[in-house]
């Protein structure tokens, strides 16, 4: 079985910082990458930023490129999401999720596992 769980989520006023973790539990001991997305209530959810397994290739979204910053351990194994320079739009659940392709990506589709999420609200 594989699972992933996210913590560090909070409140933060706007240009404030946060780092998400997502630790990962995978038994099957196959390599995957892993990326993480952004739900705003009531909307789809939005890929942020993938590594990949095979040389830790990063893809971010427009909207969060120079502001986050992903990264992993595959070592313990734990993933990264460190957020700089928050804004109210970033507001919403942070969900982690792992594909074993191990290209990445920020295609929803394309990831078998996810996550239960946790909460980042943005305000004033």
């Known amino acids: 079985q594989v699972h992933l769980v996210e913590s560090g989520g909070g409140s933060v006023q706007p240009g404030g910082s946060l780092r998400l973790s997502c630790t990962v539990s995978n038994d099957t001991f196959v390599a995957y990458a892993i990326a993480w997305f952004h739900q705003a209530p009531g909307k789809e959810r939005e890929g942020l930023a993938s590594i990949s397994s095979a040389d830790d290739t990063t893809t971010y979204a427009d909207s969060v490129k120079g502001r986050f910053t992903i990264s992993r351990d595959n070592a313990k194994p734990i993933a990264y999401l460190h957020m700089t320079n928050l804004k109210i739009e970033d507001t919403g659940v942070y969900y982690c999720?792992?594909?074993?392709?191990?290209?990445?990506?920020?295609?929803?589709?394309?990831?078998?596992?996810w996550g239960q999420g946790t909460q980042v609200t943005v305000s004033a």
């Open positions: 999720a792992a594909e074993f392709v191990g290209l990445g990506g920020l295609e929803r589709r394309i990831y078998d596992y």
